[in-house]
């Protein structure tokens, strides 16, 4: 019995170090992707795309509406932890999935838990 709940207890543990780790892990290797894209091709490189290729643009609207999305999320979620969301909103248009997944990096080192959580009675 005590082994199963060791067992459990050890899955348990490595499911939240890897909730934690996955933004990081997805973000650093993007980033640097997305900076030598930008040093190869400019900051702007997207445009011509988006205007030579249907699907260029596709995929930029698509971009557009998922960051839109996002953005209404991390809003909502930096309200209810009672922290600024300004920041990562405004890095959205700048650097996109960057900026997102920067949000779910500090939100889930650094931010405090949601205020609901905070005042529930234990």
Avoid: N
């Avoid at 207890?9 to 997305?34: D, E, I, N, Y």
């Avoid at 248009?93 to 529930?120: D, E, K, M, N």
């Amino acid at each position: 019995m005590t082994s199963e709940v060791m067992a459990s207890a050890t899955r348990w543990l490595q499911a939240q170090v890897m909730k934690k780790m996955l933004p990081a892990l997805v973000l650093v290797p993007f980033t640097v992707f997305s900076a030598m894209v930008i040093a190869k091709e400019g900051y702007f490189g997207f445009i011509t795309l988006a205007l030579r290729e249907p699907w260029g643009m596709q995929v930029l609207l698509d971009l557009c509406i998922a960051l839109s999305l996002v953005a209404t999320w991390i809003h909502r979620d930096a309200r209810e932890r009672g922290i600024v969301a300004w920041p990562w909103l405004l890095s959205l248009p700048f650097v996109g999935s960057i900026g997102a997944l920067g949000y779910l990096v500090w939100r889930t080192w650094r931010a405090p838990r949601p205020l609901a959580t905070l005042a529930a009675p234990r």
